[in-house]
């Protein structure tokens, strides 16, 4: 039986197109994925992601137990900010995606992918048992997430929540990019998935359907993970299992900019990803982008100059009107130059870009 989020039957009675995801029921859209798409872009939408999993680790040695457990360095945050990184195995590959936010002292908050979330917690657990840090583990399965993103995202989210906790609406406009406060039931990030300014909004679950639903009625639209998929591929952003998972290391995922190797820190997978940057030969992760027609998707080859490739993630863009992709390569590709797909057992042009395509509704390439 599919799992469901505390916002099912908000979803079921708005007509939402229900469909299996990882397990759980989600909706992928609730009539026209383009238009969901556009209003994020030009407006306000709002997602569901209440399937993602917000685990609480404290205790004395939580710092420590995430410097080690993590790619990226948790010392570098400050009270309030957040971090992304890749949780990886011993051999580099990737088991996870996530950000961690610092809530100040021994407490941090991180929010892992549904899919890989139980999987994820008994790493974490078996991390802390087997190396011994004084830390507590809490999946906070009670609590529910919304997604609020676009250019109004963060007017109306405050608008909205001036009518429920003035103190939470309060710190809206003081958030900067990539932090988070907690007030009240509210734990309020103005981080996002889509290359637009927003929140990321965690409240108790039986709290959710309330804000959901005064969202709507202040003209956020709500939005499947149809819309969800172009808008983070626009914004370059990876998603697991498609652009990276337990068989790639982040260097060839175009994640090396998650990896902090500037302190003696012994992290999990440390020494396989310098003995692979020893080695040499790393593929590159770069962006296509179709200049006939034709339609860019996951796992077509890619034929370069120095050897085949293939895409990871490809669809069409809503905002720049071609098709654009994600693909891992030979090393030696600039942009600008032309690669050949296979479409079907026949050659298709596209040209190697940087990436993001798209961020705060502006085309970038």
């Known amino acids: 039986m599919l799992k469901r989020t505390p916002l099912h039957d908000t979803h079921v009675a708005a007509g939402a197109k229900m469909v299996d995801f990882g397990g759980w029921e989600m909706p992928v859209n609730y009539g026209s994925q383009i238009e969901e798409h556009h209003a994020v872009r030009r407006h306000a939408g709002m997602f569901d992601v209440s399937h993602m999993r917000t685990v609480d680790i404290e205790g004395s040695g939580s710092r420590e137990f995430l410097r080690h457990l993590i790619a990226n360095d948790v010392a570098r945050l400050s009270p309030g900010k957040a971090l992304y990184s890749c949780m990886l195995r011993a051999d580099g590959g990737v088991l996870d995606d996530l950000i961690v936010y610092w809530l100040g002292g021994d407490r941090y908050r991180a929010v892992v992918n549904a899919a890989t979330a139980e999987k994820d917690i008994d790493w974490m657990h078996k991390v802390a048992h087997d190396d011994r840090y004084a830390v507590s583990i809490l999946p906070r399965r009670e609590l529910a997430m919304v997604a609020v993103q676009g250019p109004q995202a ?106 902090d190797m500037k302190e003696p820190r012994d992290f999990i997978g440390r020494a396989a990803l310098q003995k692979q940057q020893a080695a040499g030969n790393l593929r590159q992760f770069v962006g ?29 863009s809503p905002t720049l009107g071609c098709s654009i992709a994600l693909a891992r390569v030979p090393a030696g590709l600039a942009a600008g130059e032309s690669v050949q797909v296979d479409l079907r057992g026949k050659p298709a042009a596209a040209q190697v870009v940087k990436f993001p395509f798209v961020r705060n509704g502006k085309a970038l390439v």
């Open 288 to 316: 296509l982008k179709m200049t006939e027609r034709g339609v860019l998707r996951a796992h077509q080859k890619v034929m370069t100059a120095h050897g085949e490739g293939e895409i990871t993630s490809g669809t069409f």
């Open 154 to 259: 963060r007017a109306l989210l405050k608008e909205v929540l001036e009518g429920i906790d003035v103190d939470a609406a309060a710190v809206i406009d003081g958030l900067k990019p990539f932090t988070a406060k907690m007030v009240d039931e509210f734990f309020i990030a103005r981080t996002g998935y889509t290359g637009e300014d927003g929140c990321e909004v965690v409240l108790p679950a039986d709290e959710v359907a309330d804000l959901w639903q005064r969202l709507a009625a202040e003209g956020v639209a709500p939005c499947g993970l149809g819309a969800r998929d172009t808008l983070r591929l626009e914004a370059g952003m990876n998603l697991y299992g498609q652009d990276m998972d337990e068989s790639v290391s982040p260097l060839e995922s175009g994640l090396a900019w998650t990896v």
